[in-house]
């Protein structure tokens, strides 16, 4: 079974640029989140997705950062216009969340996306 | 509020002794828990959880935690250290009955295990 995809692995642009993260979760998971980790520090949830609806973006800096999961599989993040404190690395993760509660079921990572900012 | 602490920012054991990482949490109601190993430039991966039942939990690579309600505690074991185990250990908790927002899970800051030879 494949794992979760995430492209490209490594991003190096200039401050102001746009920046596009995309992510394939695994087949069938319905939960599906982005995290920012910065060195040394555990992962920040930036959006939270079942199946198409974005259910928790309460992290999400909306003034520059926006995400799709438009059919409910694979998702877009993206950075418009990139800042120098942006530089970390972009994970992605999907679970299969069913049954109540909820939230019993462990997250599975891509191998995450390294974006630099100069 | 939920929160989860790794009171140990470096933990470092010789191979083939025993090792400990550390884990407490506070959350309202009942917990999910887990630990997830973080090797180096690769992703984080799963190695345990506890949801309900035995309070000892057995995982990947011959890991362990054990649950402990009254100490707020889910300390992750393993009886003899591999060098192959140095890398970052994150320790993570979900109220299983908050809804919405506050399902999320909530990470502790990670535990960077260094095994010597």
């Known amino acids: 079974e494949a794992g979760v995809v995430q492209s490209p692995r490594y991003k190096i642009i200039e401050k102001k640029q746009p920046v596009a993260f995309w992510c394939n979760p695994i087949s069938g998971h319905n939960t599906l989140y982005w995290y920012r980790q910065n060195l040394g520090q555990g992962p920040e949830l930036l959006i939270r997705y079942e199946n198409e609806e974005a259910v928790d973006d309460s992290q999400l800096p909306k003034d520059r950062f926006s995400a799709e999961r438009l059919k409910g599989v694979d998702s877009t993040l993206k950075i418009q216009p990139a800042e120098l404190g942006d530089s970390a690395v972009y994970l992605c993760?999907?679970?299969?969340?069913?049954?109540?509660?909820?939230?019993?079921?462990?997250?599975?990572f891509g191998p995450g996306t390294r974006l630099t900012v100069l | 509020a939920q929160s989860v602490a790794q009171p140990e920012d470096q933990v470092n054991v010789a191979e083939g002794n025993p090792l400990t990482v550390k884990c407490t949490y506070s959350v309202s109601g009942n917990p999910y828990l887990f630990w997830y190993v973080q090797y180096p430039n690769r992703g984080l991966q799963f190695l345990l959880k506890?949801?309900?039942?035995d309070n000892l939990v057995k995982g990947s690579y011959g890991f362990e935690a054990e649950f402990n309600k009254s100490q707020t505690s889910f300390h992750l074991k393993k009886p003899s250290a591999l060098v192959s185990d140095s890398a970052l250990y994150f320790c993570?908790?979900?109220?299983?009955?908050?809804?919405?927002?506050?399902?999320?899970?909530?990470w502790g800051l990670g535990t960077s295990l260094a095994v010597n030879p």
């Open positions: 506890y949801i309900t039942g």
């Open positions: 993570a908790v979900r109220d299983i009955y908050n809804a919405g927002n506050n399902r999320k899970l909530i």
């Open positions: 993760a999907s679970s299969l969340d069913f049954g109540q509660p909820r939230g019993h079921n462990e997250q599975f």
